[in-house]
């Protein structure tokens, strides 16, 4: 049989753990997916699935087979669209996710002008507050806020965020401004899970880093929810410059400690590493930068 068809069998009863199940998504028989998961173990040498009267699982070496397999058909599925040409329409599903309130805010109006110049694509926005693997959750765009790793993702910055800490009018009247970091022990701190994970917050101090232990008298799940807290006078919350933009032009906050601001995040577009472009992840990049790009607060 034929190895890419054999490879993207395997791979839907892989993802699906069920014979029946890879059947309907692929429209072939029972029998034509067990008969090729076979002839592929046959092939190979090796056990790829357990299969029991109830269920189907993974070997181990199965496991690195399906992820090997995902990436090779991703390969032939984009070299096949660079073969018909640059300027073949773009179709298919298009996979993206950003970061929570920056998905809602810049994402997702890029995304309507996207579906609109593209009828032929189906978009699937995932806007999340933690960092999603691309590989592992099959998606072609990520939006990264903050330092990247090392990894095989191509990446472009697209614009800087900073970190501000910030409060209302009202929280400032009555209990000050902290002066030096170290004060903010004395304040009702908002802490925001998305932004602010841990209890240990990093301040520039000269030419150093300095590290202050936060005891949040109010911890929230969302940076919207933090959002919320501190316009109604709860107290001092990190946020992202962009989160707080309107609340900060129409005056419901106020920044403090801007002297002690670290270094600016930098916001990047990434995508997978392939020999060949897609060009539904190309034209959809493309458009996101430029959209990106005319936001004075990201730059």
């Known amino acids: 049989m034929d190895q890419i068809h054999l490879m993207r069998v395997f791979v839907a009863v892989g993802e699906l753990e069920s014979f029946a199940a890879a059947a309907r998504r692929l429209g072939i028989s029972p029998a034509a997916v067990t008969r090729a998961v076979g002839a592929l173990e046959e092939n190979l040498g090796v056990k790829l699935l357990l299969r029991t009267t109830r269920n189907v699982r993974l070997t181990e070496a199965g496991s690195r087979y399906l992820e090997d397999s995902r990436n090779i058909l991703a390969s032939v599925h984009e070299a096949n669209e660079a073969a018909a040409g640059i300027n073949a329409t773009p179709r298919g599903n298009l996979a993206v996710t950003a970061p929570l309130l920056f998905g809602k805010q810049f994402v997702m109006p890029c995304i309507v002008r996207y579906l609109a110049a593209y009828p032929e694509v189906d978009v699937s926005a995932f806007f999340l507050d933690r960092v999603v693997n691309l590989v592992e959750e099959g998606m072609d765009v990520a939006v990264r806020i903050g330092p990247l790793p090392d990894s095989g993702l191509k990446a472009k910055q697209v614009g800087k965020v900073r970190r501000l800490l910030c409060a209302s009018p009202d929280y400032l009247a009555q209990y000050g401004a902290p002066r030096h970091p170290r004060e903010l022990t004395q304040h009702a701190v908002i802490a925001a899970s998305g932004v602010s994970p841990g209890l240990d917050w990093k301040f520039r101090e000269g030419e150093?880093?300095?590290?202050?232990?936060?005891?949040?008298?109010?911890?929230?799940?969302?940076?919207?929810?933090?959002?919320?807290?501190?316009?109604?006078?709860?107290?001092?919350?990190?946020?992202?410059?962009?989160?707080?933009?309107?609340?900060?032009?129409?005056?419901?906050?106020?920044?403090?400690?801007?002297?002690?601001?670290?270094?600016?995040?930098?916001?990047?577009?990434?995508?997978?590493?392939?020999?060949y472009g897609s060009t539904k992840v190309r034209a959809f990049i493309d458009l996101l930068v430029a959209s990106l790009g005319q936001y004075r607060y990201l730059n």
């Open 208 to 275: 150093g880093v300095m590290t202050v232990r936060i005891k949040p008298r109010l911890t929230v799940s969302s940076n919207d929810a933090a959002i919320v807290a501190a316009c109604a006078g709860a107290g001092i919350a990190r946020l992202l410059s962009y989160q707080v933009a309107d609340e900060l032009m129409a005056g419901r906050l106020c920044t403090v400690l801007e002297d002690f601001e670290e270094a600016p995040w930098p916001i990047h577009v990434l995508h997978r590493e392939s020999k």
